[in-house]
């Protein structure tokens, strides 16, 4: 069965300060690989995806993701951390093409970022 | 990017009635839509996938007579909680496919603004 761990319920950074956000994953097929982030009452807002080459993907806001199949990390990453990152991030896997079954989405628990000004 | 919408976003009903939330694909054709329940500083989980034109696929322990799911278009699925108690309020969020991003086979979804749901 698949399944994503988020060890860290809650990160508090300095703003400026780098960031990094982890997740592993299990799956037994090609991996689709997500990070999304959730503010107060809102929906679910994608920062970027990773399902094959360079395993380093670029997402929005400055955000970064490096996908190691060796360690099923994907760990979340920000060098300079803004007080507007505060949120509730989540990282997903799920399967890359309809051949893999189901196209089910298995989130992690979440992190929540808190940022000291 | 593909764009889904919810409405209504809150809702606020009395306990034993209905409450129907709408999930609609704005700019593409979602063949299937998923919908998911997220508690208070929780994560999301998966309660059902909707495919167009045929019936819903609920996860186990979720209750098809309780959550009716239909899916009559390409671009619309309705998520319908009746006889709403207050344990089911919640916060419910749709996501939609796009099979037309990319590789026909691709598993891209969108999601929706969520819609929370109080049960008084």
């Known amino acids: 069965a698949q399944s994503v761990t988020q060890p860290d319920i809650h990160i508090t950074v300095s703003e400026g300060a780098s960031l990094e956000l982890r997740c592993n994953y299990s799956y037994g097929a090609t991996p689709y690989l997500f990070w999304y982030v959730q503010s107060p009452g809102q929906g679910l807002q994608l920062l970027l995806k990773y399902f094959s080459g360079d395993t380093l993907v670029q997402g929005i806001k400055g955000f970064e993701a490096e996908f190691k199949r060796s360690q099923s990390s994907f760990n979340l990453r920000k060098p300079s951390v803004h007080w507007s990152d505060a949120a509730e991030y989540f990282c997903a896997v799920g399967p890359a093409y309809s051949g893999a079954g189901s196209y089910q989405l298995t989130f992690g628990k979440g992190t929540k970022l808190s940022v000291i000004p | 990017g593909a764009v889904v919408s919810q409405h209504p976003s809150r809702v606020i009903c009395k306990s034993g009635t209905s409450v129907k939330i709408e999930c609609r694909s704005l700019d593409f054709q979602a063949t299937t839509m998923f919908w998911y329940r997220q508690f208070p500083k929780q994560s999301l989980m998966l309660m059902a996938t909707s495919n167009e034109g045929s019936k819903a696929t609920y996860e186990q322990g979720v209750e098809k007579d309780k959550f009716l799911i239909n899916h009559a278009s390409l671009t619309l699925s309705t998520l319908t909680v009746t006889s709403a108690h207050p344990e089911d309020s919640s916060f419910y969020i749709c996501?939609?496919?796009?099979?037309?991003?990319?590789?026909?086979?691709?598993?891209?979804?969108?999601f929706g603004p969520g819609t929370r749901l109080t049960v008084l």
């Open positions: 996501s939609a496919r796009d099979p037309s991003s990319g590789r026909v086979n691709y598993n891209e979804q969108f």
